[in-house]
């Protein structure tokens, strides 16, 4: 059998069962995933607004705003005015987060050796450069092929019972 032909579903499921490791350790320090997420991507980011740090930690807003809100009231961010626009806020990382980030990458490291136990340096070499080939590939993609696998919209039929029903008003 090609063993090329499973390759989809071997990456799927060791990113999955990654995480789910780095989770298991980030518990232990009562932190999540999305927190280890938004304080990595704000230490390489800081003064961005909430929205921008929710699309480069891969979080919904509206449960980023829930993460920043906690994170905020436990002090390890602050949230500053944003001098070009009055409406919006930038965030930054308090002293109180430092500790924490150098926690969150001794446990991404911890997870890593792990995830690379009985795998070798020159294999572990090997195994990165076609891995980052892979993403440059990957991320060569034009924005409309990524467009194409989403979900289709609602078969019209469905939309057009849909506007029929009436509508409660909140």
Not at 57 to 84: K, Q
Not at 85 to 94: E, G, H, M, P
Not at 115 to 135: C, E, P, Q, Y
Request: glycine residues 2%.
């Amino acid at each position: 059998m090609d063993r090329l032909r499973n390759f989809g579903f071997v990456l799927k499921d060791l990113s999955r069962r990654y995480v789910s490791r780095f989770e298991e350790h980030a518990r232990e320090m009562s932190l999540t995933l999305a927190q280890c997420k938004a304080l990595v991507r704000l230490e390489k980011n800081e003064g961005v607004s909430q929205a921008r740090l929710a699309e480069l930690a891969d979080v919904e807003p509206m449960t980023m705003v829930r993460i920043l809100d906690r994170m905020e009231a436990d002090g390890w961010l602050e949230r500053r005015p944003d001098p070009a626009d009055r409406r919006a806020r930038c965030l930054y990382l308090t002293r109180k987060a430092r500790p924490l980030l150098k926690e969150i990458w001794r446990l991404s490291e911890l997870t890593r050796d792990e995830i690379f136990a009985g795998v070798g340096r020159s294999d572990r070499d090997a195994f990165m450069n076609v891995l980052d080939r892979l993403h440059e590939n990957a991320c060569a993609f034009p924005d409309n092929v990524q467009r194409a696998v989403q979900p289709p919209a609602a078969p019209a039929r469905k939309r057009a019972i849909a506007a029929d029903k009436p509508r409660s008003r909140i």
